[in-house]
């Protein structure tokens, strides 16, 4: 067996434990997973079924761990993963897999399909195979702080113009103040307007926040690329920032998987608790309007609909924000059918945006179709969302089929129509 053979095979026996093992036994074939994809939806190609695209991961499990496997293994009936097929099983851990969770949601024996994916992943990343694109974003972010490679002054021109259009100073490496604001690249380069939302809606609260000038990105693309050690030193920039800065909250931005990386995965990644609370803007947010705090001079008029992202929503646990808050500042709110807990991923998610291939591209747009059609059916001409990936990933689907639809952020939205 060749040395890289041995590796892949080495790095998939690594990532195989309890749960893995026990949701690779518990699978009875029915298939149900294949519907809540849209990658399968969208292209109807089985093998875009999600527990197929585990496929090497479970042929390692079975040979390594089941002794009709290793039975199989040993006559020659079951061939070991090689290096060359993990390579070409790139596409379907990484380009056709969000980790959006829909397809956990529909499994009969409740197997956790995006958990075997992170644990695939992990051992993809490790064995040399994972995309470029996320390579290079995770280099960039070890090596410079940020999957985009931007330094602290791309930082503090957006707050200077922050400062220009609000005429209110904001605070940077202060300590003692209510929230440390983390902000994602994504939002640095295409979407500064959320910096200068922020600060009429705290002006409005009368809270306090800073930026941290070590610690202002909130993208983890250890997480993404599956690499447990890299996005564990991620998460410690942040933490370390907020214990030394004594903020209460830290403040999680308009972007899905950031969001789960500090809220959800930083305290295992760490092994401790923190000594501050994790929030994602939208419950800060609904908190205020619950107190009343953000009242609205006038509504948004033209009938529109909602992306609710899946990092944010679904797997993130944010599901009762969006909704009273949309319906706060916009008079023709349309609900979707498949809303919240069931919503249909913009088919960036999970680093997939990072891969700039034309295969990978030309997918995304494919798998975009749902999203039209939801659009389409609603016959509007707006949609809202609150991550900045899916913004770009849906700004780049607009464009590729020519569509004439608006697309809105909603803390920007709110802060827009706040009362003065
Ligand atoms: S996590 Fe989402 S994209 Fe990945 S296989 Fe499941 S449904 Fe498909
Ligand atoms: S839905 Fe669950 S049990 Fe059915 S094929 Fe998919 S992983 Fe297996």
Known sequence: MSASLQKGINALKEVIDAPVASYFSSCVHCGLCAEACLFYVETGDPKYTPIHKLEPLRRVYEQEYTLL???AKMVGLSKPVTDDELESWKELVYDSCTMCGR???VCPVGNDIVYMVRKLREGMAVSGHAPDGIKGATKRTVEIGGPMGLKWPAVANVIKKAEAATGEAINVDKPGADYLVLLSSMEIVNYPEYLEALVKIFRKAGLTFTLASDAFEATNAGIQIGASDIAKVIVSRIVNSAEKLGVKYVLSP???HAYMAIRWEGPNLIGRPYKFEVVHVLELLDDLRKKGVLKVKDKFKDPLILHDPCQIVRRG???DAP???IQSVAENYIPVVDKQKWNWCCGGGGGASAIHTE???ALRAKAFG???RQIEQAGVGTMVTFCANCRIVIEEAFDHYGMN???LGLTELLAEHLED
Do not use: D, N
């Open 359 to 361: 295969e990978a591209e």
């Open 323 to 325: 909704e009273p808050l």
């Open 405 to 407: 639809t608006q697309l």
């Open 254 to 256: 308009e972007c899905g």
């Open 103 to 105: 397809c956990s949601m």
């Open 370 to 372: 749902i999203k039209k």
């Open 69 to 71: 496997g290793r039975l």
């Open 317 to 319: 646990g944010v599901l």
